[in-house]
């Protein structure tokens, strides 16, 4: 019989749990690392091996698969005390796939490739709803031939994989999706305070928007939430405004003004000041409205 292909698999967040849940579910023995030992514990029910640090995910796995908040953790995790650089073995790929942008992937990249290990970027687009279902769309950045040895892996947790280009590219293109997602978040939490200080309701926004130029994911999918007041995640609120840092940041690095990104910024910061971080980034719209009519709008 052949021996079950090994693969690394750290941190188990909202998306993280359903893609290592779904590589068990197609057979692969899944060796994985969280700081929260309870989200450890419920993959290991699974049939997940749960493993102390990232060094010891990293000696028993080819391939080792990250999927973490943010650039400092990303770092901390590959580069840190008892991380995946310790225990990496020659010829292994890290898959990078949360959004992090560029640069953290182009240092880590160097550090693994002084042992001989390689790593491309591969976030993803779509949610929760996909990552369980192996639909997600994947963003591969990196050396082509080191993708395709990964290419089983990538097509088991997505239904699409673009090609963005050489290393980072795909952080990069995963940035400008989020950058039009977060801004129009941002646009219909403006548009909320709007219909609701004139006493329009939501359900007439929306069908007046259906199916105009003015129609988006957000219009089906977050206005209903900000209507039920349900606020569960979802993509968390924290993770939006990461996001849209990242964006502005990219464009700092680049010498780039982003006007558009870098106002819409500042009602990620309100819903933030609000305490609403792990609440669904359609509570954006909500914190909009709090922040109107607790007339604090400098
Ligand atoms: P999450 O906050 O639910 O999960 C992150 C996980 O990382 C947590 O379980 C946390 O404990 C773990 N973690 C933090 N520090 C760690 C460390 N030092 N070592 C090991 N584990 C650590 O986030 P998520 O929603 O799963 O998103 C993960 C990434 O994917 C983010 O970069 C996000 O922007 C991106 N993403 C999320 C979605 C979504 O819909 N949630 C969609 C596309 C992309």
Redesign the pocket.
Known sequence: MDKKQQVGF????????LMATHLLSNSIEVHV????ST?CNEIAEKGGIVHPH?KSVAEHSMVIIC????PS?VR??ILGENGVLEGVKRESVVID????GPSVEIECAERLQEKGAHLIDA??????WA?GSGELTILAGGDKEIIARVEDILNMLGEKIIYCGPLGSGQVVKLSNNLASCVNMAALSELYVLAQKNGIDIDVIQEALNGTAADSWHLHNSLPRVKEDEFS????TK?AH??LELVVGLGEELGIDLPVSSNALSWYNNAIDKGYEDLDWSALAKAALEKVESKSVK
Do not use: C, E, H, W
């Not at 796939?97 to 992090?100: A, L, S």
């Open positions: 750290i941190g188990l967040g909202a998306m993280g749990s690392y969280d700081i929260q989200l990232p999927m973490l908040p943010n953790v901390s995790v796939m949360g959004t992090v976030p993803v687009g779509k949610g929760v990552a995640p979802g993509f968390k993770l990461k996001d």
